[in-house]
């Protein structure tokens, strides 16, 4: 079961940090700009991911698939609000450069 995880983890674009003494990594990172890191440690049934300080633990790829993509859309979103600013400001900028 834990081969199943590892190659979900690696499919979802997570990196495996290896042991110290050359064994099966068990802890899986990935790096996002707004959220930052990403830990998901192999347990015996399932995964445990670590968010933020917020540690949940899933046994079910379903529920662990809804959990990655709502950790994505919630960062779009917070991205979306930004550039919405940053593109108000630039288009301003031009529209106050117009000659009348």
């Given at each position: ?39 998901a440690y ?24 809804q959990f ?33």
């Amino acid at each position: 079961m834990c081969s199943m995880y590892r190659k979900y983890l690696l499919k979802r674009d997570f990196w495996a940090v290896p042991k110290k003494n050359g064994e099966e990594p068990n802890c899986y990172v990935k790096h996002d700009v707004n959220i930052g890191g990403i830990y998901a440690y192999l347990k015996h049934r399932g995964v445990k991911i670590t968010v933020q300080g917020e540690t949940r633990y899933f046994n079910n790829f379903t529920d662990l698939d809804q959990f990655l993509d709502q950790l994505k859309l919630s960062t779009r979103a917070e991205n979306s609000e930004f550039m919405a600013i940053i593109n108000r400001r630039t288009t301003t900028k031009y529209l106050r450069q117009i000659p009348l």
